[in-house]
Every structure is written in C-alpha cells, then in structure tokens.
C-alpha cells in the first residue's frame, strides 16, 4: 500500500524531520537536564548534529531497526541530492543524518504517532549512551 506521505520529496521529509527531532529534544533537554541557556543550546547540538544522527542511524539500521517501508526512506534519504553543502561534517555523515531525518519526517505526514514517538525516544537513549 502506497501512502501519501512515502510520494513527498526525501529532502522535503528530511526538512521537516529536522524540525520534528530538534523540538523533541529541546523538549527533553529542558524537561530533564535544567540547566542555563547555552548549555541547553551545547547539549541540543550534541543530540541533533549531523555526526550524532549518523552514528544514530548506523545503530539502528545495524540493529535492523527499520520496517521495510522505513528502509526505502531511508535509502532515499540517503541517496537523494542535496543542493546545499554538509557543514561542520562529512558528505557521508550528512547524508546518513538527512537519512534518519527523512523517517522522521515521513512518520510524522504519516500520523504515525507511536512509531515516531519510539523512533525519537530511542534517539535520545542511543546519544545518552554516547554522551556518558
């Protein structure tokens, strides 16, 4: 079954990914760390950057996390080209964490509620873990 959500643009679903991932972090981070501004502002970058979502997605696709709907997302946010240029980071990392972003995004047009939830909710174990 094909839904509208897997037709919108990789990149397009990785946009809004990136929103989605940022505010559920900085949800987390506030709710749960109480600390100052720009530390919140450092540990935020840590849980969103493109080398903490790689790692992410290695993980997880690793773990085979991924339904098989998710995998071709995935694979098409990994492939997909990008007009703008990695910062800060590798092409590779870049593309795997618009990858990752591209579920995100694609569950959420998807009204995929509960997945999304557990998808976002095992990013912030994985990059505690790394964080330790």
């Not at 972090?25 to 600390?35: A, G, H, M, S």
Request: hydrophobic share 35%.
């Amino acid at each position: 079954m094909v839904n509208e959500a897997s037709l919108y643009n990789p990149l397009t679903l990785a946009y809004l990914g990136d929103a989605v991932l940022d505010l559920h972090v900085r949800n987390y981070i506030v709710r749960e760390k109480n600390k100052k501004p720009n530390e919140l502002h450092r540990q935020a970058t840590f849980f969103v950057s493109a080398k903490s979502q790689a790692q992410t997605f290695d993980t997880l696709v690793d773990e085979g996390y991924f339904t098989e709907q998710e995998t071709e997302i995935l694979m098409r946010g990994r492939n997909a080209k990008s007009h703008t240029r990695a910062k800060n980071t590798d092409v590779i990392s870049y593309k795997k964490s618009t990858a990752l972003e591209a579920v995100i995004g694609y569950l959420h047009l998807n009204n995929e509620t509960e997945r999304l939830q557990t998808l976002l909710d095992k990013i912030i174990t994985l990059c505690e873990m790394r964080d330790k």
